[in-house]
C-alpha cells in the first residue's frame, strides 16, 4: 500500500478501522490531498491488494486527512505512509 500512495505523489496516509451503521466495519484511509484524481489512482491500486488481503470484507473507504477529521484521524489511526523510521 505504500508504494501505491508514494507512486500517487499523497506525501502522507493514516489507515483505521471504520464502521459505519448497515456496513461491516471495514479499513479506512486518509491522505493529504483533495485532488479526486490522486485519490481515485490511491484507490484503484488499493483495491487489488486489499481484496487479496481480506477477501471476506475487501470494502474500504478513503477520507480527506484535511481540518477536524484530519486531527482525528491523526490522533487514532496509524500513519501508514511516510512509514515511521525505527530507532
Same mark, same amino acid.
Given at each position: ?7 500517487? *505523489?499523497?506525501?502522507?496516509? &493514516? ?11 471495514? =479499513? *479506512? !484511509?486518509? =491522505?493529504?490531498?483533495? +485532488? ?12 487489488? !491488494? ?12 478513503? !477520507?480527506? !486527512?484535511?481540518?477536524? =477529521? *484530519?486531527?482525528?484521524?491523526? +490522533?487514532? *489511526?496509524?500513519? =501508514? &505512509? ?6
Amino acid at each position: 500500500m505504500q508504494h501505491v500512495i508514494q507512486a500517487a *505523489g499523497v506525501s502522507e496516509a &493514516y489507515w483505521f478501522w471504520m464502521a459505519i451503521e448497515g456496513i461491516a466495519p471495514h =479499513l *479506512g !484511509l486518509s =491522505l493529504n490531498t483533495q +485532488n479526486r484524481e490522486t485519490t481515485s489512482q490511491v484507490a484503484k491500486g488499493i483495491e487489488p !491488494l486489499w481484496a487479496a488481503e481480506r477477501p471476506d470484507n475487501p470494502v474500504f473507504d478513503i !477520507l480527506p !486527512l484535511q481540518g477536524e =477529521l *484530519g486531527d482525528g484521524i491523526r +490522533n487514532l *489511526g496509524e500513519r =501508514l &505512509y511516510p512509514p515511521i523510521e525505527k530507532e
